[in-house]
């Protein structure tokens, strides 16, 4: 087992059942290698926030800029299983707030669609307005459907 390494990885956020299956020993005998070179153990079960949002913009900006996940762990002293996490995460969050956004938009084209829909109810309209208003229900109802095909 190499010790620097694991306190490392255990520092890092690593727990200590991962890091003993991965040097093939028990976690109560890593616990003990890990106490006796004066790591500071955790709770079992918990473990240490590895990304401040500092941490994670640089992460970010690294894999945009197109680096690998082990290079982005090296450079910022984490795990590749931390980074990947958190790229996860992020990955997740992005999505809901895209999902998010399309939903609001397609709330917007219904109250458009309500309103043209409305309008062309009205006795008064004449033959053009009915037109646009019928060429506007058509569009809404496109843009809308697009929209549910993609949330």
């Given at each position: 087992?190499?010790?620097?390494e694991?306190?490392?990885?255990?520092?890092?956020?690593?727990?200590?059942?991962?890091?003993?299956?991965l040097?093939?020993?028990?976690?109560?005998?890593?616990?003990?290698h890990?106490?006796?070179?004066?790591?500071?153990?955790?709770?079992?079960?918990?473990?240490?926030?590895?990304?401040?949002?500092?941490?994670?913009?640089?992460?970010?900006e690294?894999?945009a800029?197109?680096?690998?996940?082990?290079?982005?762990?090296?450079?910022?002293g984490?795990?590749?299983?931390?980074?990947?996490?958190?790229?996860?995460?992020?990955?997740?969050?992005?999505?809901?707030?895209?999902?998010?956004?399309?939903?609001?938009?397609?709330?917007?084209?219904?109250k458009?669609?309500d309103?043209?829909?409305?309008?062309?109810?009205l006795?008064?309209l004449?033959?053009?307005?009915?037109?646009?208003?019928t060429?506007?229900?058509?569009?809404?109802?496109?843009q809308?459907?697009?929209?549910?095909?993609?949330?």
């Amino acid at each position: 087992m190499d010790l620097k390494e694991a306190v490392r990885r255990y520092e890092a956020g690593e727990t200590a059942g991962k890091l003993a299956r991965l040097y093939g020993s028990a976690p109560s005998t890593l616990c003990r290698h890990l106490k006796a070179a004066g790591v500071a153990m955790r709770a079992k079960g918990t473990t240490r926030r590895v990304f401040d949002d500092e941490k994670l913009q640089r992460l970010l900006e690294m894999r945009a800029a197109g680096d690998k996940l082990e290079y982005c762990a090296a450079v910022l002293g984490v795990s590749v299983s931390a980074c990947a996490v958190q790229m996860r995460v992020h990955k997740n969050r992005a999505l809901d707030q895209h999902h998010a956004v399309l939903v609001e938009l397609c709330e917007q084209l219904r109250k458009g669609l309500d309103a043209c829909q409305a309008a062309l109810k009205l006795d008064n309209l004449d033959r053009t307005t009915r037109k646009k208003y019928t060429a506007s229900v058509l569009r809404f109802e496109a843009q809308i459907a697009a929209l549910q095909s993609v949330t």
